[in-house]
């Protein structure tokens, strides 16, 4: 692959620590161009970059090809102008998050579990993220500040299951991980917890030896679900952080992804995904339709389109290897199983 991986200007990013990996990340569209060689759109990149920052950490960015304006990661996180456009059935919050909080930085969307947001950013900005407009400052910050949304945790013995969501749930630095895993398994109705992350893609040294020792430790089997969205992400060093993810008992990996037009929307595609996937140890999980956020119409494929795909896919490889094509309807209890 004729990536960026090789250029002298990234010979540093497979030593460079997670944190230094934060700080380093690319903040400008005007920066992602010059890396990458493409020509400067400081206008059209602007009115993207108004509604939503730019935010693309190295070890993605060395996956993209050079002088490639239609690279299948540049697209996830390079602005455009679209994203300043409103589209009929658009809006903020498409799924209705803000009428599920039940304490502050807690969701409850269905039955059985709650959603902690665990952290007000991550380590990708990713243009079609359906909590890009999510209200983050509302979410505990301080240690101090998860104590309410412990205490609601520990006061409701239908609660068996804690999602770990973002945000990132591992920006937080692992003492600080540790702190909370801690806390939530002294509630002994709580007998899973599940971890929604894409750092183990984007940024893959932030699955450090302390971080494994962490999650080896808790008494909770732990599903960890990953977010790629094309095998192109997944590369060598992805491998290694699956691996090492792999190694903790009783821990599940498995991976989201959403059906992007211009990015994985054909069968060969979304097969090589798959297949990547299963070659990490991975099991691809979910191909969520687009949620319609605003800004993000562009990235929308269709669902007759998006069924066909799925469908096309399941002639072609074994079933362990399609993922279930879902959407989320809020008013509804569960994720819909569209194929
Ligand atoms: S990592 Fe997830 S929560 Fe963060 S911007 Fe991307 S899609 Fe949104």
Redesign the pocket.
Known sequence: MNSLANHPDFVAVTTMTWQQHVKAAVRSAAHLRRLLDLPPNRETDLVGERQFATFAPLPFVSRMRPRDEYDPLLRQVLPTPEEGQSAAGYSNDPNRESQCVSAPGVLQKYPGRILLIAAKS?????R?????AFPYEAAPTSLAEWNEALAALKNDASIHEVVL????PLINEDHRLAWLIDRIEQFPHVRRLRI?S?FPI?IPQRVTESLIQTLSRTRMPITFVV?SNHAQELGDDVGQAMAALGSVPRLVLLNQS?LLKGINDSVQALANLSWRLLELGVIPYYLHQLDRVTGSHHFEVSLDQGRSLVSKLRATLPGYAVPRFVTEIPELPSKQILL
């Open positions: 991550c380590a990708v900005n990713c079609y993220c359906f909590r890009r969501s973002g945000g990132e929604h894409r984007v977010h959403v």
